[in-house]
């Protein structure tokens, strides 16, 4: 059973950056992917970022690249994704998920979900 938090939305201008953090409790696994998904309003939760626990091997949606960074703190049991660049399309709840598998990009390869948290990029 895992749990996880996020952390660090809020508002912000174009051009800014914010910081998320999702911290998991309980199991996690080494071989597990855990990513960054958003959904806007009216639309489909799409994905953001992933990265597995071990290796630290990353993947980006296209539309971030460049902007997002993903990273893990192992003994910390906690992701980060830094948004830099912030454009307001990329306003939208963002969920962290955890022992995703290896099709990292697909909603349905995550077994846990984070609560959500809000950002907000004007323009």
């Known amino acids: 059973q895992v749990q996880l938090v996020e952390s660090g939305g809020g508002l912000v201008q174009a051009g800014g950056s914010l910081r998320l953090s999702c911290a998991a409790s309980?199991?996690?696994?080494?071989?597990?992917?855990m990513g960054w998904f958003r959904q806007a309003p009216g639309k489909e939760r799409d994905f953001v970022a992933a990265?597995?626990?071990?290796?630290?091997?990353?993947y980006y949606a296209d539309s971030v690249k460049g902007r997002f960074t993903i990273s893990r703190d192992n003994a910390k049991n906690t992701v980060y994704l830094q948004m830099n660049s912030l454009k307001p399309e990329d306003t939208a709840v963002y969920y962290c998920?955890?022992?995703?598998?290896?099709?990292?990009?697909?909603?349905?390869?995550?077994?846990?979900w984070g609560q959500g948290t809000q950002v907000t990029v004007s323009s």
């Open positions: 990265i597995w626990w071990s290796g630290g091997n990353t």
């Open positions: 998920a955890a022992n995703g598998g290896w099709n990292y990009g697909d909603y349905d390869a995550y077994d846990y």
């Open positions: 309980g199991r996690t696994f080494s071989s597990y992917a």
